[in-house]
């Protein structure tokens, strides 16, 4: 399941975030992804909350933050949001136009609970786009 195996890249990341912090529980990770990876927020949830079982991340809050797609145009440069599968420019009618976001599948913040202060952490990651 593609949203199952996303939840364990997640949590691989977060748990790894919580050991470099020394801290032993995660409390919520936020990650981006591009509507061009078909990511469903309500599976990715529950696939998570599953993965999450019996690790540091166990309880923790997902955010997830749905990406548009972004392009931009190498006639005119004009730079905009695609809604749907129309990716024609707007202004120049270019039809080749270049992609530059809405395939991203990171993970942008990893908050951990420490003894300390509740340190906060951030780590990247990038999927392969299998
Ligand atoms: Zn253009």
Do not use: N, Y
């Not at 748990?15 to 990650?31: I, L, M, P, Q």
């Not at 809050?61 to 972004?70: A, D, F, T």
């Amino acid at each position: 399941m593609h949203e199952f195996s996303i939840a364990a890249g997640i949590i691989e990341i977060a748990c790894e975030e919580a050991r470099k912090a020394h801290a032993d529980h995660v409390r919520s990770v936020t990650c981006r992804a591009g509507v061009l990876r078909q990511v469903d927020p309500e599976l990715l949830h529950d696939a998570f909350a599953l993965a999450a079982e019996d690790t540091p991340c166990a309880g923790a809050e997902l955010s997830i933050e749905q990406m548009p797609v972004h392009l931009a145009c190498p006639d005119c440069g004009h730079r905009f949001s695609a809604h749907g599968w129309d990716w024609q420019c707007p202004k120049c009618g270019q039809d080749a136009t270049c992609l530059e976001g809405g395939d991203e599948l990171d993970v942008t913040s990893v908050e951990v609970d420490s003894e300390a202060t509740g340190a906060q952490a951030k780590g990247g990651l990038t999927w392969s786009a299998s």
